[in-house]
């Protein structure tokens, strides 16, 4: 089974308005720690935003936050007010901290739209 | 820039060469990663070493593949009798004992012709 799905291949937005990125995943762990990067057309991967598996809390990070549903077993990425400067694709990543690799999904296209 | 540095950043190579691709990762970061990531999909996981040694490896690392981080600083991949099949991007994350999360280079892209 996947450890990571994501299930938009990509995705429209107008620019200044909002938009959730989908991801659910799949582990038996009890001690994970869920991941967003974004990755331009340049290729690096940059880290947005972290939620542990014992966080109560949803993260936020800016323009960034997480919604994190563990009954579910979904993190989806919300970004607010998208800007031009958000066009890229973005990965939703797990580690299980039992290990130490990260799986990652296929990601999702973002094209925001002036 | 602290950040981490692959070298090459493009690397075209006939295939049957043998091509070696080099990670500097964040100065103290004592963990790295190898991942893969060919077009349209996400990042799959190669190879990991803590400090320098290398405690888990993929099944997609075959014989033709091999990591080392000697003295566990940088970290050198090594691909021999490259096909074309080995077309990807290779990137290297390291991260610390204190961190979550893995910090990335910008990746080399490799083009077996």
């Known amino acids: 089974a996947q450890k990571i799905t994501q299930t938009q291949p990509g995705m429209f937005v107008q620019e200044k308005e909002a938009v959730t990125l989908d991801c659910t995943y799949d582990?038996?762990?009890?001690?994970?720690?869920l991941f967003w990067y974004k990755q331009p057309s340049s290729g690096e991967m940059i880290f947005l935003i972290y939620?542990?598996?014992?966080?109560?809390q949803n993260a936020t990070e800016g323009r960034y936050s997480l919604n994190f549903q563990k009954a579910r077993k979904s993190a989806n990425l919300v970004i607010s007010a998208s800007q031009l400067g958000d066009s890229a694709m973005y990965f939703c990543?797990?580690?299980?901290?039992?290990?130490?690799?990260?799986?990652f999904g296929s990601g999702t296209k973002l094209n925001v739209k002036p | 820039d602290t950040g981490v540095s692959q070298d090459p950043r493009h690397k075209i190579t006939k295939r049957g060469q043998n091509v070696t691709f080099r990670c500097d990762p964040i100065?103290?970061?004592?963990?790295l990663y190898w991942y893969r990531q060919t077009l349209g999909q996400g990042p799959e996981f190669l190879t990991y070493?803590?400090?320098?040694?290398?405690?888990?490896k993929s099944r997609l690392l075959s014989d033709r593949f091999s990591a080392e981080r000697p003295k566990g600083s940088f970290s050198t991949l090594e691909i021999q009798r490259t096909e074309q099949g080995d077309s990807a991007m290779y990137l290297c994350?390291?991260?610390?004992?204190?961190?979550?999360?893995?910090?990335f280079g910008q990746g080399t892209r490799l083009t077996v012709v």
């Open positions: 582990t038996s762990d009890q001690s994970y720690g």
């Open positions: 939620q542990g598996s014992y966080d109560e």
């Open positions: 070493f803590q400090n320098e040694a290398q405690l888990e």
């Open positions: 100065s103290e970061h004592n963990r």
């Open positions: 994350a390291s991260r610390s004992d204190r961190s979550t999360e893995a910090f």
């Open positions: 990543a797990m580690r299980e901290f039992d290990f130490n690799k990260f799986y």
